[in-house]
């Protein structure tokens, strides 16, 4: 089914929404102006995105958020910070890893924080044509971790309009714990969730992550995912800790 259009008819939400719901894979390009942001999907889950036009070397992008230093590259590579642009990016986040400079939870940090930005950033826009085209795979040499649309989204509305929400919605990510929240049964509020929210409520215990989770309900970790956030966000559950993932 085609997917395209402009942000004055359809909602940048609605439209990540309609990707991950049918867990499509390829490329949503969205332009406005001289601007362009092609991002890349992968069975509906965020796996990258690119901001045309914008020459952003991911060493660069790792420096600027803190995540690693020149020097630090430097000793990892033996080659000047300013030859980073000789590496790909898989060959970047392999030696980084390899020798213990960039760790695998602050990579996902990294690419969590970046997708957040640049969608709080087409958020702002007042309209912009899309097209999303399906089967488009992400480009040789690029490295992609897969995110949740859900509380991506959340995240991003929250940073773009924080007075319409008192509370923030945390990124989540399959080592999280979920438990209930404490909840004053005297305060005569309703708690309303659907039938998948009632699902995965009857595996939370406060002890099992939400990948394990996923496993037991034989469920899309993504979509696991975002029904936990929009347990969060209704003040439901609350994160009680996080569960590294199982080691064969």
Do not use: C, K
């Not at 039938?195 to 309900?217: H, S, Y």
């Amino acid at each position: 089914m085609p997917l395209a259009g402009n942000l004055r008819q359809f909602s940048l939400p609605d439209v990540l929404r309609a990707i991950e719901n049918g867990q499509r894979t390829g490329i949503l390009v969205i332009t406005h102006d001289q601007l362009q942001a092609n991002i890349y999907f992968s069975s509906g889950q965020w796996l990258l995105a690119e901001r045309v036009g914008a020459v952003q070397l991911l060493a660069h992008q790792l420096a600027r958020s803190g995540h690693i230093t020149p020097e630090a590259f430097e000793a990892a590579f033996g080659i000047a910070f300013d030859q980073a642009g000789s590496l790909s990016d898989a060959q970047l986040v392999r030696g980084l890893v390899t020798h213990r400079v960039l760790s695998q939870e602050q990579l996902r940090s990294f690419a969590l924080q970046d997708a957040i930005t640049l969608l709080a950033i087409i958020l702002t826009w007042p309209e912009g044509d899309f097209i999303f085209e399906d089967g488009v795979t992400l480009p040789r040499g690029r490295v992609a971790l897969p995110l949740p649309v859900g509380p991506l989204v959340a995240q991003a509305m929250q940073r773009v309009r924080p007075h319409e929400s008192p509370r923030e919605t945390p990124v989540l990510s399959p080592e999280v714990v979920l438990d209930f929240a404490e909840v004053d049964p005297r305060s005569g509020v309703a708690v309303e969730v659907t039938r998948d929210q009632w699902r995965l409520l009857t595996a939370v215990d406060g002890g099992t992550p939400l990948w394990a989770i996923a496993e037991n309900l034989q469920a899309p970790e993504s979509i696991v995912l975002r029904l936990a956030g929009e347990l969060l966000a209704s003040g439901i559950v609350v994160i009680a800790g996080r569960v590294a993932l199982a080691t064969p």
